[in-house]
């Protein structure tokens, strides 16, 4: 009874929210509103994408972002924490359950923010990390160029094989001529499972770390849908929002490693890691962000979302099948995971072309480089798609074909002027602005 009359004060909080930004902000407030419906209107098959349940919206949203704090529950260095440390537990609780693991950091603001704090804490500055390079399917924080983990460490980058697949003995190789300290597994574009305990090996040969991103699969591993490397890499790291259905956010997670003794500071692993993140590259945390991502990984660990899970796979297989018989060149043959990375070299346009497109059409992607691609990030000559929202919004194999068909349909009617403009035949963008109507009619979002 308490409860409830202490969450009505939220639900009016927010309502008041709401009227003061109509009658006083109405060029934000129609901007929100607009979004939401483009979101009900649009088949976004974007892969690093997933809908946050509202009563996740509605944690991110709450009076906790008036509290200041830093440090950790029962360490802290202001007054008026104690439900920020009741939320912040309890995130960290959850995360370890959804992913079975020893430790959970919940305070990073993103997975690129984990990133950093887990190198920062394992590795010197100008030491050597080897990962899969940004062409290959690999991130930015993953020690690009453009990225300060580029500048401050020197990055070596293992690629994929003729198969598409990751060089695992190109990977052993370079590990062994370049003595890394840490090597990192994951990608931000490659579908196929990663094989962690091999990287694992790899890693244990020339004495580094192993450091697993799984922002983009973290459902499917919490789900069981791909291989865990909680046990295996010495740290792991996520984001909250790209398949968790989180908040904006990251994670770090360790298993079987947590507390081992961290190789240089005395302290353990996960004791090294809590530093690197407060006060080695953040201070205060975000209270509402991590109870927000306390209900994401109570939701995530619900059987509803498995079975959501392995929808997103089956389809990601359906799509993938269709698209592949329609003619498009997909990137190690087909997927595993949620992701479907397609070459489109063949098809006379660039992916900047390609996703402009489709979006004029109602069906979002990304464009995304692909190996030797002779184009730039910006403009580059892949087309990156997932199967979450799809998913989500309860689409299977029938809609599956339906969209790949779209897909078909809209870049069959393209004509590139160049790598940025083009011309769409208005027909073809017709029929398929009314067939994204239809499967968005068929396939509310779900609570919207
Ligand atoms: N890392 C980017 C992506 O994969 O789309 C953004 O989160």
């Known amino acids: 009874m308490r409860v409830l009359t202490e969450m009505s004060q939220i639900s009016e909080l927010l309502q008041r929210g709401y009227e003061r930004l109509i009658q006083d902000d109405a060029v934000l407030a129609a901007a929100l509103g607009r979004d939401v419906t483009r979101q009900k209107n649009t088949?976004?098959?974007?892969?690093s994408v997933s809908l946050a349940d509202p009563s996740v919206l509605v944690s991110a949203g709450t009076s906790l972002s008036n509290v200041t704090v830093e440090g950790y529950p029962g360490a802290r260095f202001h007054s008026g924490s104690i439900d920020v440390d009741s939320v912040e537990s309890l995130a960290v609780e959850r995360a370890r359950l959804a992913f079975r693991a020893q430790y959970a950091n919940v305070q990073p603001y993103s997975g690129s923010a984990a990133n950093l704090a887990v190198l920062s804490c394992l590795l010197p500055p100008g030491g050597t990390l080897l990962s899969l390079g940004l062409d290959s399917g690999g991130h930015l924080t993953h020690g690009a160029g453009a990225s300060i983990t580029g500048q401050h460490y020197r990055a070596v980058h293992y690629g994929l094989d003729d198969q598409g697949l990751i060089d695992y003995e190109s990977a052993h190789e370079l590990a062994v001529?370049?003595?890394?300290?840490?090597?990192?597994?994951?990608?931000?574009?490659?579908?196929?499972?990663?094989?962690?305990?091999r990287m694992?090996?790899?890693?244990?040969s020339v004495g580094a770390y192993l450091l697993a991103d799984i922002s983009h699969i973290a459902g499917l591993v919490v789900s069981g849908?791909?291989?865990?490397?909680?046990?295996?890499?010495?740290?792991?790291?996520?984001?909250?929002?790209?398949?968790?259905?989180?908040?904006?956010?990251?994670?770090?997670?360790?298993?079987r490693d947590a507390q081992a003794p961290a190789r240089t500071s005395g302290l353990t692993l996960a004791e090294s890691i809590q530093r690197a993140v407060f006060p080695m590259t953040q201070g205060t945390p975000n209270p509402?962000?991590?109870?927000?991502?306390?209900?994401?990984?109570?939701?995530?660990?619900?059987?509803?979302?498995?079975?959501?899970?392995?929808?997103?796979?089956?389809?990601?297989?359906?799509?993938?099948?269709?698209?592949?018989?329609?003619?498009?060149?997909?990137?190690?043959?087909?997927?595993?995971?949620?992701?479907?990375?397609?070459?489109?070299?063949?098809k006379g346009m660039s992916g900047y072309v390609a996703e402009s497109a489709l979006e004029q059409c109602g069906v979002l992607?990304?464009?995304?480089?692909?190996?030797?691609?002779?184009?730039?990030?910006s403009t580059a000559s892949g087309v990156r798609l997932g199967t979450n929202i799809a998913s989500q919004r309860g689409m299977g194999a029938a809609e599956m074909r339906t969209s790949a068909a779209l897909v078909d349909l809209v870049l069959s009617a393209v004509?590139?002027?160049?790598?940025?403009?083009?011309?769409?035949?208005?027909?073809?963008?017709?029929?398929?602005?009314?067939?994204?109507?239809q499967l968005c009619a068929d396939f509310p979002l779900p609570h919207y």
């Open 415 to 437: 004509t590139a002027r160049g790598d940025r403009a083009f011309a769409l035949d208005q027909d073809a963008k017709s029929s398929a602005m009314t067939a994204v109507a």
């Open 365 to 377: 992607v990304n464009r995304n480089v692909i190996p030797g691609d002779g184009r730039a990030p």
């Open 177 to 197: 001529r370049h003595r890394p300290k840490v090597i990192i597994a994951g990608s931000s574009s490659y579908p196929r499972i990663v094989d962690f305990a």
């Open 288 to 346: 509402a962000a991590m109870a927000a991502k306390a209900r994401a990984f109570d939701l995530a660990a619900q059987p509803h979302f498995q079975q959501t899970c392995r929808r997103i796979v089956a389809n990601a297989q359906s799509l993938a099948e269709e698209l592949s018989r329609r003619g498009f060149q997909l990137l190690s043959g087909g997927t595993d995971t949620h992701m479907i990375m397609l070459d489109i070299t063949g």
């Open 225 to 255: 849908c791909h291989p865990s490397p909680i046990d295996l890499a010495h740290v792991t790291t996520t984001s909250t929002y790209k398949q968790l259905g989180g908040p904006r956010g990251g994670l770090i997670l360790q298993g």
């Open 43 to 47: 088949l976004n098959l974007v892969a």
């Open 200 to 204: 694992r090996t790899i890693a244990d």
